[in-house]
């Protein structure tokens, strides 16, 4: 990208006003000795992501603090480019709340607008909300949003769903019902939700079942088999992402039927920062718009035929009587949800699909390398993204990760801390960040522990 913007028109506007014939001329009181008549000798230019990891391997050297991380587990380490920040930090934008007098919050509401443009675009779906908190906050509103739509209670959820997020969930329903009507549908030997335990689950009774897609073990869910067996009973089927850039190369929700699809967009707004922020994502099929939690903008024209934004729908309980709101979130993210606007622009449709197509390579490669050290394996044997579980054939997985974490590499997060039975396990994510020769040092640091 050239740091310059001006046209060849515009420098010849600006040298006809000064009245000098080219560039050069502005150059004539230095003396031609002392000009330099040849290219600066440098080496070759870098791609931003590459410079960005070059300095910070250079500030790293004053402590030796930075650690190579394939940390995951619905967090993930994307690239997020500068200008993001620049770009949040104009003041128009870091100092605005909510639109509570929402006609003259026009860039507000555009902003949401094209925020709920994308995260339809990218689930395949007709409609959705201004944002929620995040992810785990996204599922639980949705599971409540299936209970309005069906005027059931019971719920399913797969055991590949987030652990945290099937716990808000929980949590959720447990302040409505007491002990919440909920069941848990396993996963299958390939690390997939079983089928047949969610054909035999899915009952009259059933709001919704609610399926990671990928799932926590990073294996990529058949929407298509799991929606016949909601729709035979009139069951809501919900998918649950975590990790945004798998729509690039999977099948969306909405292509599969799924009537209500939510997840978490930090992977394409900021980093990684102790667990948050993050934003929520939800969105669904047309016909279930009142029964959508948060706020809704729109767009239209004023009396003049000029193009304008509204809150079309505000179904909270500060809007309209306590009994017919949706939801008690009374906000939505709206700062990061800018950032997930801005950074998914910035890459488009190809750029999307092009990070995905190497998040999907990159972490391929590495599966077969770790397939093949002695002492490990890979846990699944279904599709993955850039997310898989590794198992240690001997011992805990915890010690082994925090030997590795003192030799500076984060290599994955212990299954063990969601499912004892799960002890020997870690997940590894990779996403475009890592070199070719960051995933081959991982691979001999796990040969060598």
């Known amino acids: 990208m ?18 000098v014939s080219d560039v050069d001329a502005l150059f004539d009181p230095i003396p031609a000795r002392h000009r330099l008549r040849k290219p600066l000798d440098l080496e070759p230019a870098l791609d931003e992501v590459s ?14 603090s930075r650690a190579l991380s394939f940390l995951g587990a619905g967090m993930y380490d994307h690239h997020i480019p500068p200008a993001v920040d620049q770009l949040l930090l104009r003041s128009e934008f870091y100092t605005s709340y909510t639109p509570y007098q929402a006609e003259v919050s026009q860039g507000t509401l555009q902003s949401i607008f094209e925020f709920q443009s994308l995260v339809c675009e990218l689930f395949g779906m007709e409609v959705s909300n201004a944002s929620m908190y995040d ?6 509103e949705a599971v409540l949003m299936a209970r309005r739509i069906t005027g059931r209670t019971h719920c399913v959820l797969s055991a590949g769903l987030h652990p945290e997020y099937a716990e808000v969930v929980r949590t959720y329903l447990r302040g409505i019902d007491g002990e919440p009507h909920v069941e848990v549908a396993p996963l299958g030997p390939d690390g997939r939700t079983d089928l047949g335990a969610v054909e035999r689950s899915v009952q009259d009774a059933t709001a919704a079942l609610v399926v990671g897609y990928p799932n926590f073990l990073g294996c990529v869910e058949e929407l298509g088999a799991l929606r016949e067996a909601t729709a035979a009973k009139g069951s809501q089927l919900i998918t649950a992402t975590a990790e945004p850039y798998a729509l690039s190369v999977i099948k969306s929700p909405g292509e599969l039927k ?11 707004a900021v980093p990684p920062q102790f667990g948050g922020p993050g934003v929520g994502l939800l969105a669904c099929r047309s016909e279930h718009v009142r029964q959508m939690p948060g706020r809704l903008v729109g767009e239209t024209v004023d009396t003049d035929g000029q193009r304008g934004f509204v809150l079309t729908l505000s179904t909270r309980e500060q809007h309209i009587r306590r009994e017919k709101a949706t939801s008690n979130i009374c906000t939505n ?11 998914l622009s910035m890459l488009g449709r190809s750029g999307f699909e092009q990070v995905g197509k190497l998040c999907l390579s990159k972490a391929e490669y590495l599966k077969k390398r770790i397939a093949e050290t002695a002492g490990f394996s890979v846990v699944t044997t279904a599709p993955t993204f ?4 590794v198992r240690r054939a001997e011992g805990r997985a915890a010690p082994l990760l925090a030997s590795l974490a003192a030799r500076g590499v984060l290599a994955g997060v212990d299954l063990g801390r969601f499912d004892p039975a799960r002890d020997q396990e870690f997940l590894v994510a990779v996403t475009e960040k890592h070199s070719r020769q960051d995933l081959d040092r991982l691979v001999v640091a796990l040969a060598e522990a």
Request: proline share 2%.
């Open 2 to 19: 050239r740091y310059l913007p001006h046209t060849e028109e515009d420098i010849t506007t600006m040298l006809d006003a000064i009245g």
């Open 51 to 64: 410079l960005m990891d070059h300095l910070s391997d250079l500030a790293g050297k004053n402590d030796g």
């Open 258 to 268: 799924a009537d209500i699809a939510v997840g978490e967009g930090q992977a394409l």
């Open 386 to 389: 850039n997310e898989f579980a």
């Open 333 to 343: 993210h709206g700062l990061i949800a800018l950032a997930f606007t801005i950074r």
């Open 135 to 140: 992810g785990a906050s996204a599922t639980a």
